[in-house]
């Protein structure tokens, strides 16, 4: 049995990536570089804003300052707090899970903590989680690292070899091997390519998949 299971949340337990990146978009358009909603999600998506500094410097020909990282999250969380809808089936799913595992899960997100607990709030999931809510950007380093799994799996009392990932970027992905857990991947698009040369265990396609996953005994 997996003695814990850790989340991501953008994009497995919230709906986010299409509202944030369209933000993003829209912010880095106004300073100057004419990116393609496509391509934004193409080179955001699974990362942390600041981790492509260098990049956005380089196309918009500015600093990225703190001012504009808080307008950035200003505009976002705005956004967010009026749209944002759980990812289909995700409550349920971590419900029955939280039963499963005896309530040893945890969200672990490359975003920034105020976004992620604000999400799970705004969903209705923050109360499974409580305080075992982590963001790459309290750690060394953030995904693709380990950094932040290693610190949900030590959280929970939980060896990282017996944790299982939910993930669906492969930056993620690659995150949760990295810490030696068990990583599955959601992929609603069906085709899995996020996934491709990485020894995920398993993908799937709905929440409502694995939510049925957990019904039977599970071999870690």
């Keep these: 049995m997996f003695e814990a299971v850790l989340f991501d949340c953008d994009g497995v337990l919230v709906d986010s990536e299409p509202i944030t990146n369209g933000v993003l978009r829209e912010v880095?358009?106004?300073?100057?570089?004419?990116?393609?909603?496509?391509?934004?999600?193409?080179?955001?998506?699974?990362?942390?804003?600041?981790?492509?500094r260098a990049r956005i410097e380089a196309e918009t020909g500015q600093p990225l300052t703190e001012a504009w990282m808080q307008a950035f999250y200003a505009r976002r969380n705005a956004r967010l707090r009026a749209e944002l809808q759980a990812v289909r089936g995700a409550v349920e799913a971590v419900a029955a899970i939280h039963r499963h595992v005896g309530g040893r899960i945890a969200c672990a997100s490359g975003a920034d903590r105020p976004k992620v607990v604000m999400?799970?709030?705004?969903?209705?999931?923050?109360?499974?989680?409580?305080?075992?809510?982590?963001?790459?950007?309290?750690?060394?380093?953030?995904?693709?690292?380990?950094?932040?799994y290693l610190a949900a799996a030590a959280h929970l009392g939980a060896d990282p070899a017996r944790c299982l990932v939910i993930e669906d970027t492969g930056t993620g992905a690659q995150a949760?091997?990295?810490?030696?857990?068990?990583?599955?991947g959601y992929c609603p698009d069906g085709h899995g390519r996020a996934f491709e040369g990485l020894a995920l265990a398993r993908v799937f396609h709905h929440m409502d998949e694995l939510r049925g996953l957990f019904a039977a005994p599970l071999a870690g």
């Design 28 to 52: 880095l358009n106004e300073s100057g570089w004419a990116i393609t909603q496509a391509e934004c999600m193409q080179i955001f998506i699974g990362k942390a804003v600041r981790d492509e």
């Design 119 to 148: 999400q799970l709030e705004h969903v209705g999931l923050l109360s499974y989680f409580g305080d075992a809510v982590f963001s790459g950007h309290d750690q060394p380093r953030s995904k693709p690292a380990p950094d932040v």
């Design 176 to 184: 949760g091997l990295a810490a030696g857990a068990t990583v599955w």
